[in-house]
């Protein structure tokens, strides 16, 4: 054991990347001049040289087995030199200098199950969160919406026919690891019922200060229960946000019967033309549906496909809705527009209708 | 391993249809000689019945001397499905724009498949590569393998998370400045601060290459660095009339569309008053064969951005409108700034507040003083609108 200590490295780092690059791309980094994208899927880097580097887009789930990511090796090894990468949102980017290995790539990604496309104009893969496969939070699954939705979307995937780039993610609560807030359609878990004290577990689990500094709108007040430290919610002023549980887990606010999906919409990140702009709440609840989460796919589609109809050319989901204004936006979708729909926290204010700017 | 047990998964085997790749299959696939794979799968089955997760809080597990870089995970079903009873992650730090070889692919397979659960993320959220699940016993035996492959594990609690970047100038003509080869420098120079958590909540770090931002660095990043230039967009005149011979409509496509209004078309030349141009990229995106980035190439360095937990959900705003980042990264003036800064968010700092939060209740303008920078109108969207200002000197009569 001993001997095994003084054997510890620690705090490398991760390696070079250096390592990892393809030729091409050391002899020609910081030195390429444009791209285009031949056909979806595939887009081709040409460097000031002449140098041509293609690269071969897949969709991929995000969770891979070891045998998947050895498949992936293995096309590498045979199309692209070993040569491969990840892109931020999860697809598997093949690095190929041979045009002529581009088709039987395709060929060989399809065969094994994963469609090529998420360039230009198009729905690219959903970044999302663990859900039920790993997380003590989650107010909904994300793997298996993931699934549902792009199984749904995949054509959009696989061409570049959009008015513009569509990107949706999911955070399966509001802790938004996968920082859903945006995008051109977030779906978001949500629970909608107080946590419930486990009165008997808190005063051995938690420190009660810190559940009641917690609270971002002071719903937790300490209280003492037979001679025990504890704490009581204030159920009106419960916004569900769950950090309570997170700093205490002996307040469980997981609830089948209540937790769900709302949909939000009209955010990006890209700076191009408008700038960044967070989603804005178009549905404020859809239960549960597992396995395969119906009417959420439902909702999304005829979002994307309302979008994909009235947009202009170029136009985001949120700069579409901008242009036409939100009235109509709900008038054209149909969408019932309730209270929940009216922000009520920090600086809500801001965000009513302060003109007479309507349309009719 | 050897699996001796079968799930029967009917809600599960409804993710396996449909033609986008499924988790479900990836699942299955590790199952078949994995047991922690396996028990997973029918967990996973009792929470599409349930409607309902089957994990418990967290709990502190790591490997010696980091504070950082696994997820302690356990189930609250672990007599039902003892091969998950600990399903711990482990995140493990990416090299910088998610390159890779086969062989390094490899390496970390066969790693996983002797220590763990068979399943990843490529790549969380933050960009780390996943490994998803294993016994705490097998933490450190696979922290040295790792090692000894030459990965390290990246962040997670309150520490510097681990940083990303786009592919940058690797693979892309519109990158302002080496979003690689700082990602890489910054991960090393902070190393201490990534793998023992020592702040009041998660730093995160993402570095964009142009405006477009395809890391989210804006949304997603407590210091997000944004490349873009100063001089002006390099235009070839030639291919831009080529754009508008094959169709592109430059008028409505690209001046209509354009938020500083500093393009003019007159069918056959492009002016742009790039005095008012925003950087936005829009131009430069419909016609990258014509348009390109100046020349002059730097970053914005912009600050807060968050998720919604706990006091609503922010956007990054602008500490420095441009600075040059060239190498030798660790001359820039950057560093100072960001120590500056945490040295003053880890003493005022609320516990669970993020560096954006602790701008907001303190003030951008009484932040700025403190971490020494001066206010420039490129700091905000427009000037204050109220007028309750904190004057903070007066005379006194007779002075």
């Given amino acids: ?360 | 391993m050897a699996v001796d047990k079968k799930y029967e998964t009917p809600l599960l085997d409804e993710l396996e249809k449909g033609g986008w790749p499924s988790f479900v299959r990836e699942i299955k696939s590790a199952a078949e000689t994995n047991p922690m794979a396996n028990d997973l799968l029918g967990l996973l089955e009792q929470s599409y019945t349930e409607k309902k997760g089957h994990w418990k809080h967290g709990g502190i597990v790591g490997v010696m001397g980091y504070g950082g870089g696994v997820i302690g995970r356990y189930t609250d079903l672990s007599e039902k499905f003892p091969n998950i009873s600990h399903f711990h992650t482990m995140r493990v730090n990416q090299p910088s724009g998610w390159f890779y070889t086969s062989e390094a692919l490899r390496t970390l397979c066969d790693i996983w498949d002797a220590h763990g659960s068979g399943l990843t993320n490529m790549h969380g959220s933050t960009g780390d590569i996943v490994f998803l699940g294993t016994r705490t016993e097998e933490l450190e035996p696979v922290f040295k393998k790792l090692t000894d492959a030459g990965f390290d594990l990246g962040g997670s609690g309150s520490d510097v998370r681990t940083p990303s970047c786009c592919c940058g100038k690797a693979r892309c003509e519109w990158a302002c400045y080496d979003t690689m080869g700082l990602t890489h420098f910054i991960t090393n120079k902070f190393q201490d601060e990534l793998h023992r958590p020592a702040f009041p909540y998660k730093m995160k770090f993402k570095m964009a290459g142009c405006p477009n931002d395809c890391v989210a660095s804006v949304a997603r990043a407590d210091i997000s660095i944004i490349g873009t230039w100063r001089d002006e967009i390099q235009v070839d005149m030639q291919k831009v009339r080529e754009y508008a011979k094959n169709g592109t409509d430059i008028l409505k496509e690209i001046v209509m569309m354009c938020p500083g209004k500093c393009m003019d078309w007159d069918g056959k030349d492009l002016k742009i008053d790039n005095s008012s141009c925003r950087h936005c990229m829009h131009c430069i995106n419909v016609m990258p064969k014509a348009l390109a980035p100046g020349k002059d190439r730097g970053a914005v360095v912009l600050v807060g951005s968050k998720a919604p937990i706990v006091e609503g959900a922010l956007l990054s705003s602008v500490l420095v409108p441009f600075i040059k980042l060239d190498e030798p990264f660790d001359e820039s003036e950057l560093w100072e700034l960001i120590e500056n800064m945490w040295d003053l968010w880890c003493e005022e700092g609320k516990n669970r507040e993020r560096i954006g939060e602790f701008i907001q209740r303190v003030g951008m303008g009484n932040f700025l003083e403190a971490v020494g920078l001066e206010p420039q109108p490129d700091m905000v969207s427009h000037p204050r609108e109220n007028p309750y200002i904190f004057y903070e000197e007066y005379f006194e009569e007779g002075e």
């Fill in chain 1, 1 to 360: 054991m001993a001997e095994e200590v003084i054997q510890r490295k620690t705090d490398i780092g991760p390696p070079h990347f250096s390592k990892f690059l393809p030729p091409i791309i050391k002899e020609n980094y910081g030195k390429w001049k444009y791209h285009e994208i031949p056909r979806p899927g595939v887009l081709v880097h040409v460097a000031d040289n002449g140098a041509k580097l293609y690269s071969v887009r897949a969709g991929s789930p995000r969770l891979l087995s070891t045998n998947k990511i050895r498949k992936f090796a293995d096309l590498a090894e045979k199309y692209s030199d070993g040569y491969l990468r990840f892109t931020s949102r999860h697809n598997v980017e093949f690095l190929v200098t041979k045009e002529q290995n581009i088709e039987p790539l395709i060929a060989e990604l399809n065969a094994l199950g994963h469609p090529v496309g998420g360039t230009g104009n198009s729905i690219t893969s959903i970044v999302h969160t663990q859900g039920w496969i790993h997380c003590h939070s989650a107010a909904t699954d994300a793997s298996g919406i993931v699934k549902a939705v792009m199984d749904e979307c995949i054509g959009h995937f696989t061409s570049m026919e959009l008015p513009g780039k569509l990107r949706i993610a999911l955070a399966c609560c509001l802790n938004m690891c996968g920082a859903v807030h945006c995008s051109d359609i977030a779906i978001l878990g949500i629970h909608r019922r107080p946590p419930k004290i486990d009165k008997e577990n808190l005063p051995k689990m938690c420190e009660v200060p810190n559940v009641v500094a917690s609270c971002p709108t002071a719903a937790i007040r300490p209280v003492v229960y037979d001679g025990k430290q504890g704490v009581e919610i204030l159920e009106d002023k419960c916004m569900f946000c769950a950090n309570c549980f997170t700093v205490c887990p002996a307040l469980p606010i997981a609830n089948p019967l209540n937790d769900g999906i709302s949909i939000w919409i009209g955010g990006k990140v890209s700076n191009a033309r408008h700038e960044p702009m967070f989603s804005k709440l178009a549905i404020s609840f859809i239960p549960n549906n597992p396995p395969r989460w119906p009417e959420v796919t439902d909702a999304i589609n005829n979002l994307v496909e309302l979008w994909a109809k009235n947009a202009h050319k170029h136009e985001r989901m949120g700069e579409w809705i901008e242009r036409i204004g939100w009235p109509k936006f709900f008038r054209m979708s149909g969408l019932e527009f309730r209270k929940e729909h009216i922000d009520d926290f920090k600086h809500a204010g801001l965000t009513f209708k302060r003109s007479a700017h309507l349309t009719y």
